[in-house]
């Protein structure tokens, strides 16, 4: 309870900043936190911004699904087999701290302007994260484990879905809520960029006119689903690992 | 060298002639990609006209100074949150889901405040670095053995060098993967800032030449960037090893 009502102070601290900043750049550049409340509020009740939030997590949700079953693949081959497994970890690795973002024309040359674009672009964010991670996992599943499948003769499809695959959910998990912000960084970089719809086009659009509230509103609401998703992530992610450990 | 070693090299090299095969016969088609041998010869023809040398120059310098002042201020920060254990409780949630919220929507806000210059730019790449580096200094600093910090005590080590001998060494490797952290969110927040609203600096001329068609001008950036980042990776990599090396782990 102390602990609720300390973060609740901090939230406070922030939006004083915030009114702060506003009284010092003045309205054009910063809105003030009341104005884009009651922005964000009008946003809620038009239909034309759910067409653009829906845009963005159907992207996000296929991206996520991708990333999810291809780490996943990738994660098990590689942690299955030692040597693929040393040959490409550290190829993962650099990938994972690559500035993906360099390669985005590159997906808009493959892929086209639209949706098949961004998906493609939030999964390669995904994808890397969940694989490290379910390999990481599958590499230190307890050898017992699979002692004890020998000697049940487990063929090797039972092993995966009864033994491997238990072990490694809270790893994928983890993998999951690293995965998710860079996936949702991905689509919404893709949408600033080139994209008519989804809320960075909104943001970019809002930029365009110099509708400082909107632009702020919808980075608030954008901002708010994506905190609550990865707060849901990271509360089931402690939860299997404390069930695990 | 060892046997993965060898595999790996000859995966990359092989995905990388695949790649010119494909482009050179015609499957990927050359609006789409060029040849990995033409990027990196007119990457080569670029640096010689020295044509992007001002662009390559002020963005390696805004990823630096973006890199450095969040790698400082992320210690600072994360040692100043440690020592507060109620704040930190406080605090905790935040910085969990910091990463969630898409910071380039905040871009063209820091824009409007600061003006097109270096400032929104390198302080994008702060926002990005610095949270990382705060949570890997206080997950560094939980795991310092008391046992240490006793002994320090016991043989009267006054608080400065204690920090100096004991609490830096015992959380560096953790320290170590917040830098490593911090540099790649710095080059993907000064690269990406850049590629969204900018009037100089490599992620804007990618975008420029994609802009542009310049297909072959793009790639050789591109090339350049990868490339680089590489190198500094590899370079903090095996740094690493050679202090993990020391301590015989």
């Known amino acids: 309870m102390r602990q609720f009502l300390d973060s609740l102070v901090v939230i406070v601290v922030l939006v004083a900043i915030w009114q702060g900043l506003h009284w010092f750049a003045g309205d054009i550049a910063l809105a003030s936190p009341g104005e884009t409340v009651k922005r964000a509020a009008s946003l ?21 699904l991708i990333a999810v079953l291809g780490g996943l693949a990738i994660g098990l081959l590689l942690g299955l087999h030692r040597l693929s497994g040393e ?34 672009f939030g999964a390669i964010h995904g994808i890397i994260p969940v694989a490290i991670f379910t390999m990481g996992a599958v590499k230190t599943i307890a050898p017992v484990y699979f002692k004890t499948a020998r000697v049940l003769q487990l063929s090797r499809r039972q092993l995966v879905a009864s033994v491997v695959i238990p072990a490694a959910v809270p790893e994928l998990v983890s993998g999951l809520w690293v995965g998710f912000s860079l996936t949702l960084l991905g689509v919404i970089i893709g949408e600033m960029f080139a994209s008519q719809h989804g809320l960075g086009f909104l943001v970019m659009n809002a930029i365009g006119t110099l509708d400082v509230p909107t632009m702020m509103a919808v980075v608030l609401l954008l901002a708010s689903v994506a905190v609550l998703i990865s707060a849901s992530l990271l509360y089931l992610d402690r939860r299997l690992h404390h069930r695990v450990a | 060298m060892k046997r993965a070693t060898w595999v790996r090299t000859a995966v990359v090299v092989g995905f990388v002639l695949l790649l010119e095969a494909s482009c050179r016969l015609g499957i990927i088609g050359r609006i789409t990609m060029i040849p ?90 702060f926002l990005f670095g610095v949270v990382a580096m705060i949570i890997n200094t206080m997950n560094g600093l939980d795991r310092i053995p008391p046992v240490l910090v006793k002994t320090a005590r016991v043989n009267g080590l006054g608080s400065l060098r204690t920090a100096w001998l004991i609490k830096l060494p015992s959380a560096a490797p953790q320290l170590f993967t917040g830098v490593k952290l911090a540099i790649a969110y710095c080059f993907i927040g000064v690269i990406a800032a850049e590629f969204i609203m900018s009037t100089s600096g490599l992620g804007y001329s990618i975008a420029y030449a994609f ?34 090396a020391r301590r015989g782990w």
């Open chain 1, 87 to 120: 040959v490409a970890e550290p190829i993962l690795v650099s990938l994972y701290s690559m500035p993906k973002v360099t390669l985005y024309p590159v997906i808009l040359l493959v892929f086209g302007l639209g949706m098949s674009a961004k998906v493609a």
């Open chain 2, 211 to 244: 802009n542009n068609f310049d297909n072959r001008t793009m790639y050789a950036l591109m090339l350049f960037i990868i490339t680089l980042v590489t190198i500094v990776n590899a370079f903090f990599h095996v740094w690493e090893r050679r202090i993990m």
């Open chain 2, 36 to 125: 990995p041998s033409e990027m990196a010869g007119h990457l080569w023809r670029l640096l010689q006209s020295g044509r992007y040398n001002s662009d390559m120059v002020e963005t390696l310098g805004n990823v630096v100074v973006a890199f450095v002042s969040a790698v400082v201020g992320g210690f600072v920060l994360g040692s100043v949150l440690h020592a507060m254990p109620r704040v930190r409780r406080a605090v905790d949630p935040f910085l969990a889901t910091y990463y969630a919220v898409p910071f380039f929507a905040f871009y063209p806000l820091l824009v409007a405040i600061f003006g097109l210059g270096a400032a929104p730019i390198i302080l994008i790449g």
């Open chain 1, 44 to 64: 809620l009740g038009s239909p034309s911004f759910w067409v653009h939030f829906r845009e963005t997590f159907v992207a996000l949700g296929y991206a996520l």
